[in-house]
DNA sequence: TATTGTTATACTCTATAACTATA
DNA sequence: TATAGTTATAGAGTATAACAATA
């Protein structure tokens, strides 16, 4: 099934690794986004819940910052989630200005859903790799998002869908 | 210096290899519109350019189809390449309602530069792996666009700078 | 009537900066 | 005076659809 070592294609694939690599990372964020489409949640507001499920009581500002999201636009994204009874805010006894934020339980059953979307994303991405190619593969990209600086939590590329 | 095996994370890094191409690619696109942009070029203009170096002559309709740009937007690209007198657009004799784009010889002088941009990203994004973890990072990158129904020439990501 | 290229317009997303309430 | 959160506004980028010229 893998075409191993195919590389017979003229014109060569441009650009190599580096073009193929933000070819398909935009590929795979609008796949993503069209799998948490059916959840009615936007990539945006799948992280914001993932992040909660993480780091659960930290204030607008910490996630705002850890995600690399404005503050501005962090407000509308937490009243989105909030609306639907996903996310409570909860004022601080200790400093009134700010609110922590949590997950209700409706947001923690739609956490279980997440899951599943995002194992078969997963799935549809790497199809087609054995499993010695997926852990190269792991190893290879962590290494370069390490080079990169990127860290694990913040993901600048989430995509709306059109 | 490459980690070898390096799964210690914890927790373990999300999403897996779905979510590591999807924070590259949005980090390999930036990076890429930096380096362009020292050419006094966006990522569209980039890949126009490139298009046109392989397929000089053909009209616009082709090139905006081919590129998955709307012929609108189309327009306004050429416009800008054209007049920094880049490209040309010559009507077509057969059919007078077409143009088909062509260098000019300032065009292809940038394109040399451009290559020159484009060795330096690949290095910059494939920095510290071997060349062993380079061909099997690729194989299994051409063996997922594949699997995606990407072609070589369709760049759906790229990104102005802001 | 259909097609190439173009223009006009409206919409989405985003950031900047001003504002309030608490500290 | 400084900070957490909020609101208002303006800008960039984009697509949709109407339009002109040619077939």
Same mark, same amino acid.
């Given at each position: 099934?893998?075409?191993?070592?195919?590389?017979?294609?003229?014109?060569?694939?441009?650009?190599?690794?580096? #073009? &193929?690599?933000?070819?398909?990372?935009?590929?795979?964020?609008?796949? #993503? @986004?069209?799998?948490?489409? @059916?959840?009615?949640?936007?990539?945006?507001?799948? %992280?914001?819940?993932?992040?909660?499920?993480?780091?659960?009581?930290?204030?607008?500002?910490?996630?705002?910052?850890?995600?690399?999201?404005?503050?501005?636009? #962090?407000?509308?994204?937490?009243?989105?989630?909030?609306?639907?009874?996903?996310?409570?805010?909860?004022?601080?006894?200790?400093?009134?200005?700010? $609110?922590?934020? $949590?997950?209700?339980?409706?947001?923690?059953?739609?956490?279980?859903?997440? %899951?599943?979307?995002?194992?078969?994303?997963?799935?549809?991405?790497?199809?087609?790799?054995?499993?010695?190619?997926?852990? @190269? &593969?792991?190893?290879?990209?962590?290494?370069?998002?390490?080079? &990169? %600086?990127?860290?694990?939590?913040?993901?600048?590329? $989430?995509?709306?869908?059109?």
């Amino acid at each position: 099934m893998t075409m191993a070592g195919d590389t017979r294609r003229e014109p060569p694939r441009g650009g190599g690794i580096a #073009f &193929l690599l933000a070819q398909i990372g935009a590929q795979a964020a609008t796949l #993503f @986004a069209e799998r948490v489409a @059916a959840l009615d949640l936007t990539p945006p507001q799948a %992280g914001l819940l993932r992040a909660i499920t993480r780091q659960a009581g930290e204030s607008q500002q910490w996630f705002a910052k850890r995600l690399g999201v404005p503050p501005s636009r #962090f407000v509308q994204l937490v009243d989105s989630v909030e609306q639907r009874g996903l996310v409570e805010r909860r004022r601080r006894p200790t400093d009134r200005r700010a $609110y922590g934020l $949590y997950l209700t339980d409706a947001g923690e059953e739609l956490m279980k859903e997440l %899951g599943k979307v995002g194992r078969a994303h997963e799935e549809d991405i790497t199809r087609g790799l054995s499993a010695e190619q997926r852990a @190269a &593969l792991h190893e290879a990209l962590t290494h370069i998002a390490d080079g &990169l %600086g990127l860290t694990p939590e913040v993901h600048p590329g $989430y995509r709306q869908l059109r």
